[in-house]
């Protein structure tokens, strides 16, 4: 890198922050000219350059990064103490460009416009509501276990591979496309990522490379989650970056796909939401409603539980904390605890729609 451009290059690193400061205050203007703009040219660009690729290029990308990052620090271990002025210009050059990579091919979605106003949804819920939509869902779901299954006590297993799951995803997108033309999904680019069991033991079942625009899923998931990890993820290709907006679009992406078990997972991930927020409001009223479940449900949802603790490690709190931290440096000024959003989307969503 060029001496006379480093300097340079670190303002730019400020100019950002300040632009994107400045920025956080008009989503609507993020919504129309980038999230609904630029960003959908740049996205399917990535998707046509590298969805057809069977492995995930972002994955390689960070690992020759890696590389190159270990490789650098050992060939300038003695600059960095005798030269640290330039070897702080090098660092704040590059940080600043992949600043600037970031939030131009992808970031800059987390300053849009927030999903309930653009679907003219409340954000706010009474309890009764809650309770009366989760009972509702409790009926569809043990509907749709009682159709793939001759016993309501036995959890349901997907008959597909993950690649034909990868294969089904874009039904559910397009059938949503037919009233939200902006959620059709074409090209796919989703991918187990090469890293699955790091990502898993990390704490996440998923992420968006924001670089190559890959969707990645955690390889070695259960199959029945299979479904609602991929919708989510590709919920955050199509444009939505925060965690609990991903969570409706694929919880709903699930339930409009015609494939059956695609129904099943997309109803029974929505499920465990509202259940979990009626326990943290009354714990009472979720001991009554948790019966009316099919044991085979909650068998499903045992079973994800027991994965989950398989893989827990000391270092996984410091993981969900980072990942806290970054939800909440973009716009998520509530961090993880942001996902139980979820339910008030989905409450206010069926309100006048029949689930």
């Not at 400061?21 to 740049?42: A, D, H, M, T, W």
């Not at 955050?236 to 494939?259: C, R, T």
Request: proline share 4%.
């Amino acid at each position: 890198m060029l001496k006379n451009k480093k300097p340079a290059l670190v303002i730019f690193l400020g100019v950002q922050i300040i632009v994107i400061s400045i920025l956080k205050r008009f989503p609507e203007f993020v919504e129309q000219f980038y999230s609904n703009g630029i960003y959908v040219f740049i996205s399917k660009l990535m998707h046509y350059a590298f969805g057809w690729i069977p492995f995930s290029i972002g994955d390689i990308f960070y690992t020759l990064a890696i590389i190159y990052l270990i490789r650098w620090l050992i060939i300038n271990r003695k600059r960095i103490v005798k030269d640290t002025k330039n070897w702080l210009l090098d660092i704040g050059a590059t940080i600043s460009i992949a600043y600037f990579a970031f939030h131009i091919l992808w970031a800059f979605n987390y300053y849009r416009q927030p999903l309930h106003k653009s679907l003219n949804l409340e954000a706010e819920y009474t309890t009764n509501a809650l309770v009366s939509f989760t009972e509702k869902l409790i009926d569809k779901s043990n509907a749709i276990h009682n159709q793939l299954s001759a016993n309501d006590t036995l959890r349901i297993e997907l008959p597909y591979s993950k690649s034909e799951i990868f294969d089904k995803i874009k039904d559910g997108y397009n059938e949503l496309a037919k009233t939200y033309p902006h959620l059709e999904y074409h090209p796919r680019s989703i991918k187990k990522s090469i890293y699955s069991t790091p990502l898993i033991y990390m704490g996440f079942s998923g992420y968006l490379n924001p670089f190559t625009n890959e969707a990645q899923v955690g390889g070695i998931l259960p199959t029945y989650k299979f479904p609602t990890t991929s919708c989510h993820e590709a919920a955050h290709q199509l444009g939505y970056a925060a965690e609990n907006e991903a969570n409706f679009i694929g919880a709903m992406a699930a339930i409009h796909n015609e494939d059956i078990y695609f129904k099943y997972s997309g109803y029974t991930f929505a499920l465990r939401y509202c259940l979990a927020e009626i326990f943290r409001r009354d714990p009472e009223i979720y001991n009554t409603i948790l019966p009316t479940v099919n044991k085979g449900i909650i068998k499903n949802y045992q079973e994800l539980q027991a994965f989950w603790m398989s893989y827990e490690n000391p270092l996984e709190p410091f993981f969900e904390k980072t990942f806290d931290s970054f939800l909440k440096a973009n716009n998520q000024s509530a961090g993880m605890k942001s996902y139980s959003y979820v339910v008030a989307l989905l409450v206010n969503y069926y309100e006048s729609r029949t689930l």
